[in-house]
């Protein structure tokens, strides 16, 4: 059975995410529609890249991955199929799925060329213009059939952390508040473990709070569980399962989480300093 999956800054009060399912299925019943989410913040790209970069990779190869966010038709804009990692992605040309897929070259990218003759009227992109196209490639058909290739979308970069030699530093900055309140970095692993081989030791600062250690997991940070209650409430940083920095309150919630504990927002930075 195929699969799509739809990813969305439509809330799910309005008709939208409802007529979107519906569509695909007036045109093959037999599709099997998963939701990521349709909480995206509107127009947030870099939310939305987060989310569907971790989720994706879960789903089976050939999975078809329909993406309405800032995806409002407008004849000047493009809407675009990725063929990516061995699934497909559809969304409007606005830079999306290059945040994406900031570090995998696509397979191929296609110019979606459904309903753009000159008497066609489109009144949601979502249901004119990706169900169609999706419906057609979960069918089995090619995306050429769709569309024309072309060589590139429009590109957008990824906020990157930089390390700062003469200061010793790694700048970083929020990129993604989870649900629990926990704060997402753009600090990889990776880029930390390399840089910090040259060093002793390290101070994560932030507004004016400091850590000075990195948990491998939430769990961790717990070191008798005989006495686990006693830990709740307990600031930490750990590398999450997307080796990303975070920062994070044990047990927390939105309520009581890192982000209000913190105080900090999308955008603000997180600084590693090297001792």
């Known amino acids: 059975m195929s699969i799509i999956t739809l990813t969305s800054d439509f809330g799910n009060l309005d008709y939208r995410v409802a007529a979107v399912k519906g569509k695909i299925l007036s045109l093959n019943p037999e599709v099997n529609?998963?939701?990521?989410?349709?909480?995206?913040?509107?127009?947030?790209?870099?939310?939305?890249?987060?989310?569907?970069?971790?989720?994706?990779?879960?789903?089976?190869?050939?999975?078809?991955?329909?993406?309405?966010?800032?995806?409002?038709?407008?004849?000047?804009?493009?809407?675009?199929?990725?063929k990516a990692d061995g699934s497909y992605f559809l969304a409007a040309d606005n830079g999306l799925l290059?945040?994406?897929?900031?570090?995998?070259?696509?397979?191929?990218?296609?110019?979606?060329t459904l309903n753009n003759r000159f008497d066609d009227v489109i009144n949601f992109t979502s249901t004119d213009i990706f169900v169609p196209a999706?419906?057609?490639?979960?069918?089995?058909?090619?995306?050429?059939?769709?569309?024309?290739?072309?060589?590139?979308?429009?590109?957008?970069?990824?906020?990157?952390?930089?390390?700062?030699?003469?200061?010793?530093?790694?700048?970083?900055?929020?990129?993604?508040?989870?649900?629990?309140?926990?704060?997402?970095?753009?600090?990889?692993?990776?880029?930390?473990?390399?840089?910090?081989?040259?060093?002793?030791?390290?101070?994560?600062?932030?507004r004016n709070l400091s850590l000075s250690r990195i948990f491998s997991s939430h769990t961790e940070v717990v070191s008798d569980w005989e006495r686990e209650t006693e830990f709740h409430g307990q600031s930490a940083a750990i590398f999450n399962d997307s080796q990303l920095l975070e920062l994070t309150i044990y047990k927390g919630s939105k309520k009581n989480g890192a982000k209000s504990l913190f105080g900090l927002n999308v955008g603000e930075n997180i600084y590693i300093e090297f001792t």
Do not use: W
């Open 33 to 82: 529609i998963i939701d990521i989410t349709h909480d995206i913040q509107a127009f947030n790209l870099i939310q939305t890249s987060y989310i569907v970069r971790n989720a994706y990779k879960y789903f089976p190869k050939g999975s078809i991955h329909i993406i309405s966010v800032d995806s409002f038709y407008h004849k000047s804009r493009k809407n675009i199929l990725y």
């Open 98 to 112: 290059s945040l994406i897929f900031f570090d995998i070259k696509p397979e191929a990218i296609y110019e979606l």
């Open 134 to 206: 999706a419906v057609h490639l979960a069918n089995g058909g090619l995306p050429e059939v769709i569309g024309r290739k072309i060589d590139t979308g429009k590109q957008l970069m990824f906020p990157r952390a930089v390390y700062n030699e003469s200061e010793g530093m790694i700048i970083g900055e929020v990129t993604y508040i989870d649900n629990f309140g926990n704060i997402i970095s753009n600090i990889n692993q990776d880029f930390f473990e390399n840089i910090s081989k040259g060093y002793n030791g390290f101070t994560i600062k932030f």
